[in-house]
T-cell receptor
Framework: SAVISQKPSRDICQRGTSLTIQCQVDSQVTMMFWYRQQPGQSLTLIATANQGSEATYESGFVIDKFPISRPNLTFSTLTVSNMSPEDSSIYLC????????????FGSGTRLTVV | GENVEQHPSTLSVQEGDSAVIKCTYSDSASNYFPWYKQELGKRPQLIIDIRSNVGEKKDQRIAVTLNKTAKHFSLHITETQPEDSAVYFCASNSGNTPLVFGKGTRLSVIA
């Protein structure tokens, strides 16, 4: 069955540094999304990763802080730049209509801790 | 944009009882309403979904109902079991717009 792989699964980073999270899907998908889930909270959409064009960011999220790449229909990266402790969160990629699943499928998530 | 409200935020039930979680949405164009279950430390998993052309859908002990006029939908879990304990999220979207999630309900099933 189709799978979505996300890495790293977790990381502890120094403030001021950047981390790039990768999301790989084993089949082509049109829509890829990046969500943030702060501790004990719901999922908040950061941006929609568009293949061949700039990502579409939600209110409160900007490209300088969260640059996104989508070089093809199976892969995307999210970078968390110039990190601060407030960026400590779980970051999840998501795709729509993967395999037999009609709805969204989520990657396993990246648990980021900024110290 | 779409706004999804979810209630209650926490819910405790005795094993074998039913649990009901309710959500309302604001965008009348929304036509897809999934429910996700998230166990501690794991990714959200789709458990059931409904589209706006039906009013109810069942899958074994889980059912979802949709009232488009009132713009609300509900998750019903019958004969609850301890393994149903998790955080449940409702969500909605329309067409190619991204899913918008409710704030979640922490369900505890007490044996």
């Amino acid at each position: 069955s189709a799978v979505i792989s996300q890495k790293p699964s977790r990381d502890i980073c120094q403030r001021g540094t950047s981390l790039t999270i990768q999301c790989q899907v084993d089949s082509q998908v049109t829509m890829m999304f990046w969500y943030r889930q702060q501790p004990g909270q719901s999922l908040t959409l950061i941006a929609t990763a568009n293949q061949g064009s700039e990502a579409t960011y939600e209110s409160g999220f900007v490209i300088d802080k969260f640059p996104i790449s989508r070089p093809n229909l199976t892969f995307s990266t999210l970078t968390v730049s110039n990190m601060s402790p407030e960026d400590s969160s779980i970051y999840l990629c998501s795709v729509e209509g993967l395999g037999v699943t009609v709805g969204y499928t989520f990657g396993s998530g990246t648990r980021l801790t900024v110290v | 944009g779409e706004n999804v409200e979810q209630h209650p935020s926490t819910l405790s039930v005795q094993e074998g009882d039913s649990a009901v979680i309710k959500c309302t949405y604001s965008d009348s164009a929304s036509n897809y309403f999934p429910w996700y279950k998230q166990e501690l430390g794991k990714r959200p998993q789709l458990i059931i979904d409904i589209r706006s052309n039906v009013g109810e859908k069942k899958d074994q002990r889980i059912a979802v109902t949709l009232n488009k006029t009132a713009k609300h939908f509900s998750l019903h879990i019958t004969e609850t079991q301890p393994e149903d304990s998790a955080v449940y999220f409702c969500a909605s979207n329309s067409g190619n717009t991204p899913l918008v999630f409710g704030k979640g309900t922490r369900l505890s099933v007490i044996a």
